[in-house]
T-cell receptor, first 113, second 113 residues
Framework: DQQVKQNSPSLSVQEGRISILNCDYT??????FLWYKKYPAEGPTFLIS?????DKNEDGRFTVFLNKSAKHLSLHIVPSQPGDSAVYFC????????????FGTGTSLTVIP | DTGVSQNPRHKITKRGQNVTFRCDPI?????LYWYRQTLGQGPEFLTY????????KSRLLSDRFSAERPKGSFSTLEIQRTEQGDSAMYLC???????????FGPGTRLTVL
């Protein structure tokens, strides 16, 4: 029962262009959403988050958009850099679950120099 | 503080043996989480502690798995009578209430032969 889905296992983008990573969820109780970046042989590293009371959160080159009615969030990276090449996981949680995170299956981003 | 640490980083064992992993969270964090990640999947929640109390366990956590956090600091995850299906990356994360962001360790990769 996959409550958080990332339907694109991989994405390739030219350096300097925009990367858009998508994530869909099914549980309407989720109220907090995060993006993590993972390099090989390392644990996931927090990137950016958004609460359900907002529809956009921006941090430098990274912007997360939340569409609650569509149960969809996306991560925009602009401009993309080769160092952004990693696997990106979206995660969702709800306060009633003790902030247990439900992760998607990840999207592997390759930024081509 | 250098973040969440996990030991060992790699463990190879024979089927039927017991293994124990250790996680040292960020020192002021009162919540500690265990996740399991298999190839091509995102991290899957196993259990979490608030201080020394284990508050929730996933149905993924069979009777062969036990976790402890005796003094509310480090935690151990033990797997008894390991099976080949237990082969995975075991990730530990910690967070500080009321913040939602979880900081992950590098993981312990278990291979059961």
């Amino acid at each position: 029962d996959q409550q958080v889905k990332q339907n694109s296992p991989s994405l390739s983008v030219q350096e300097g262009r925009i990367s858009i990573l998508n994530c869909d969820y099914t549980n309407s109780m989720f109220d907090y959403f995060l993006w993590y970046k993972k390099y090989p042989a390392e644990g996931p590293t927090f990137l950016i988050s958004i609460s359900s009371i907002k529809d956009k959160n921006e941090d430098g080159r990274f912007t997360v958009f939340l569409n609650k009615s569509a149960k969809h969030l996306s991560l925009h990276i602009v401009p993309s850099q080769p160092g952004d090449s990693a696997v990106y996981f979206c995660a969702a949680s709800a306060q009633y679950t003790g902030n247990q995170f439900y992760f998607g299956t990840g999207t592997s981003l390759t930024v081509i120099p | 503080d250098t973040g969440v640490s996990q030991n060992p980083r790699h463990k190879i064992t024979k089927r039927g043996q017991n293994v124990t992993f250790r996680c040292d969270p960020i020192s002021e964090h009162n919540r500690l989480y265990w996740y399991r990640q298999t190839l091509g999947q995102g991290p899957e929640f196993l259990t979490y502690f608030q201080n020394e109390a284990q508050l929730e366990k996933s149905r993924l956590l069979s009777d062969r798995f036990s976790a402890e956090r005796p003094k509310g600091s480090f935690s151990t995850l033990e797997i008894q009578r390991t099976e080949q299906g237990d082969s995975a990356m075991y990730l530990c994360a910690s967070s500080f209430l009321p913040d939602n962001e979880q900081f992950f360790g590098p993981g312990t990769r278990l291979t059961v032969l």
